[in-house]
Every structure is written in C-alpha cells, then in structure tokens.
C-alpha cells in the first residue's frame, strides 16, 4: 500500500544518509514552526531533516518537462464518451447542490524527517516520512547515490521506526476501511480539488497526480500495474479493484483505471500508476500532474 506499507517497519540503522547531488543548496536553520510551501517552481523535491531544516535536493530545473500541449492528443486517445458523461456530471452537479460543503483540514506544518514533492504544476504532488529504503528507492528511481553526510546533506536520524513514529496524523488523515466512502456530502480539498458524493455516485475533480510504488494496497500478490490509480483513502477508499472513468479535461481524453491502490493525496482526487508510451496525451514523469481531471464511478 502506498506509504502506508512503509508504517510496519522497524529500522534500526545509525548511520545518516543524504542524496549527494549539485542541486542541494537551500539550508534553513530552523522551519519547525512553519508550514510546507504549498507551491514551488515545478518538480521541486525538498527534505526536511531532523532538526527540520530544509534542503532543496532538487530545484526542478533538470527533470522532465511536459512533452505536448495540455490540449494535444499525440496517440490519438480515445475522447468518446462526453455527450453521456456530461449527462451522468450534471445529475451529480444537481444532486450536490443539497448536499453540504465540508473542507477538508490540512496539517502542512513542517515535520522532521519527511520528503515533499512537487508537481510540474508547482502544487504538492506527494509529503513522505523519510526511510533508509524510501531515500534508496527515491535514489534508483531517480538516477542518484546515497552516501554518508557531507556538509551537503542533511542529517536524517532513522532510529528505530515503528507504527507510532510515522508522522502521519490520522485525526487529519483518517483512513476508511477498503470499499468504504465517507457520507454523501461535497468534500472540498482546496480551492483547485473537490470529490462529490452522491446517493448513487462519486465524482472527483481537480489534480490528478503519479506515482511509482509498484506495491499494492494488497501487497505483492496484485502489485500496481500501468495505469491502475490509487483514491482518496479518507474521503473515497473504493472497493478493490473496482473500475474507475477517468477523464483528462484538458483534452477530453477518457480512460477506465483499475483501482488497486489508495493513499494521502495531498492536494489531488486521484493518483495514476507510471506508465510507457502515451497516457492521456503525456508521457510519465515521477512529478508529472494532469492538473485538470475528472473521475467518477457508480456504486
């Protein structure tokens, strides 16, 4: 599962690790009272260490940019499908509106020990607790080495890690039981994310971001595969496996997902597996946004 296979755990390691890389420059004394920017020049990676200071392991300015124009179809992607679809949205429009507005809380306050990173949009795509196998894993994926600190790193203090030291904070991020939403209700993220909850139907609206970890919310026996997504866990934890429209509104672009997985989201409605080739008119990028996108699925 999605960060959350990282909260079983125990690391008993003293050695501090850093990412060795050109780009790490900004050093903070102290942000430990503050709040994560909740946008920075897109593709940013920033860490905060244990004394909460942060570095800027990656300025953005090297990683991949977006190949076409939000309105381009370069595979020629499927877009039937809007005539009925805009049919189904303007019923849960309509049912919504006797629904009332609950907005969601955010705890952004700086935390030691955490990475975030940001979309090619500049929002915040994904804030994780700081591992030994998640800065490795970030590492590989990224195409850099973990050495021991230098004067350029930043002194992450693993220790032992168990359920209670992963920073999550359920009184913010209360997670559902699989298959389980919460009420009918509209549930607004901010002011650019919102998932609508019907009687018959969820709807959500705004960010849709990416991610790479091939572990499932149902461990190795159904790992995540190219374009299989991952819902809101404390707004719509949908049921296992179920089949999910999706819909790039920049280009009309539709597709049915597979949910398999389910996470934070901090700032997005849904979280879409890498991919190769084309998916919805884009290649993948580890920070790559669909930054105008709909879901939605019947239960």
Not at 65 to 94: D, F, W
Not at 131 to 137: G, H, Q, R, V, W
Request: one cysteine or more.
């Amino acid at each position: 599962m999605k960060k959350f296979r990282l909260l079983g755990l125990i690391l008993t390691l003293c050695m501090c690790f850093a990412i060795a890389m050109p780009a790490l420059a900004v050093d903070i004394a102290d942000n430990s009272n503050e709040q994560i920017p909740y946008r920075m020049e897109p593709s940013t990676v920033v860490l905060y260490d244990s004394d909460c200071k942060m570095f800027v392991i990656n300025d953005g300015a090297d990683a991949p940019k977006r190949m076409y124009s939000r309105t381009a179809n370069p595979a020629n992607e499927s877009v039937a499908g809007i005539a009925e679809e805009e049919e189904i949205v303007a019923q849960i429009l309509e049912e919504s509106k006797n629904l009332s507005d609950i907005y969601m809380p955010h705890n952004d306050t700086v935390r030691p020990n955490t990475m975030v990173i940001y979309g090619t949009d500049g929002y915040i795509n994904h804030i994780y607790p700081i591992t030994e196998e998640y800065l490795k894993t970030y590492a590989s994926r990224n195409y850099q080495t973990i050495d021991a600190v230098t004067e350029l790193g930043a002194n992450i203090e693993y220790g032992v890690m168990t359920l209670d030291d992963i920073y999550v904070d359920d009184s913010v991020y209360p997670p559902l039981k699989r298959g389980k939403r919460l009420a009918p209700n509209n549930y607004i993220i901010d002011d650019n994310n919102s998932i609508r909850i019907t009687s018959s139907y969820v709807m959500g609206t705004g960010r849709l971001t990416t991610f790479n970890d091939p572990i499932g919310e149902n461990g190795d026996s159904y790992p995540n595969k190219a374009g299989d997504c991952a819902t809101r866990r404390n707004i719509d934890n949908a049921p296992f496996h179920q089949t999910i429209h999706v819909r790039n509104l920049d280009n009309n672009i539709e597709k049915y997902m597979r949910k398999n997985d389910n996470g934070d989201l901090d700032y997005a409605v849904l979280d879409i597996f890498k991919w190769d080739g084309i998916l919805m008119g884009e290649k993948y990028s580890s920070t790559f946004t669909f930054e105008n996108g709909r879901y939605y699925y019947e239960f």
